[in-house]
């Protein structure tokens, strides 16, 4: 019995057969090649799939929300003005016929089970019609959009003038009066000044800094916003005001006042370093890009500060 436990296991035929026979070397390579150039490939394909389709979204959603509520206005008032002045319907040919009349009639009376007075039949065909000239060419489409582009031109012309910031302050006033609205008003305000640099109210970013913060040996980047308050500075000494973004919304941080020497600049953009902040430091600037640390050759700036250290020496 003991020679038996001592025994190996007893494989099968198919078993062994398997273990024996090599991998196919040509397959591993071939899945090989086409692992790494379709990873290639989306990293080429995905940056312009996903820019066109976040300018798709737009486009959708200016359409949607914008562009045709305010083309419903438009082929209303048209209709309204068609309504008032027939002679104007007539001359574009949207007074209809006797025959075209009693087709409305007979239409209207066998969907309804209701005879419609010739005045809601008249008002019904010529929407009708503006509706279709709307939908078949796309610029008459577009009148939506422009006229939206328009009217913003025209109150950002308003606003620089002194009656329309007057009005502008004080329907500012009205809506921060407001219980709820007051709330919600301020924190949009707050994200498109800091979007569109809103020279006015928006924070001033000087420079980009690296500070430690929130102690020693954690360090921050951060945008230095101006000089410290008057009250701090007999304690602080030459100190600044940097507001460091939180991640990954960089509308909201912390503010700290430093002394100016342990700021640190970068030379980086605005713009970067807001990227950097919104990606948790994935993306980094091309010039602040480091090499990757081996842990068997070891980390190379490492290398560099101790032959640095050298040639100084």
Known sequence: MEGWKSMPPVRSAEAAYD??????PVKSKA????????LRGLAVVLPATLTLWVLVQAYLWIDRSIAQ???????????????????IGAWFGLVPSTEEMENLRNAAKMSSGEVSS??????AYQQTIVNSWW??????????????????????????????????????RFLTSLPVIKKIYAWIKQIVDFLFNNQEKAMKFNRVVAVEYPRRGIWSVGFQTGESMKSIRPKSGNSITVF????????????????????????????????FAISGGVLRPPSQQVPAIDEKAGDPWSRYEVESTQESD
């Open 244 to 275: 460091i973004p939180s991640s990954p919304t960089p509308f909201t941080g912390y503010t700290v006042t430093i002394p100016r020497e342990d700021a640190i600049d970068l030379p980086i953009s605005v713009e970067e370093a807001i990227g």
């Open 135 to 172: 939908n078949d060419y796309f610029l008459v489409r577009m009148i939506g959009i422009v006229v939206a582009i328009t009217a913003v031109y025209v109150a950002g012309r308003l606003v620089g003038g002194l009656v329309g910031r007057w009005a502008y302050r004080w329907f500012e």
């Open 118 to 123: 010739d005045a809601e039949l008249v008002f």
């Open 31 to 38: 899945m090989g090649h086409f692992q790494r150039f379709f």
């Open 19 to 24: 273990a024996n026979v090599p991998s196919n």
């Open 69 to 87: 509520p305010i083309n419903q206005f438009i082929q209303y008032l048209i209709v309204q003005i068609f309504w008032q002045w027939p002679e």
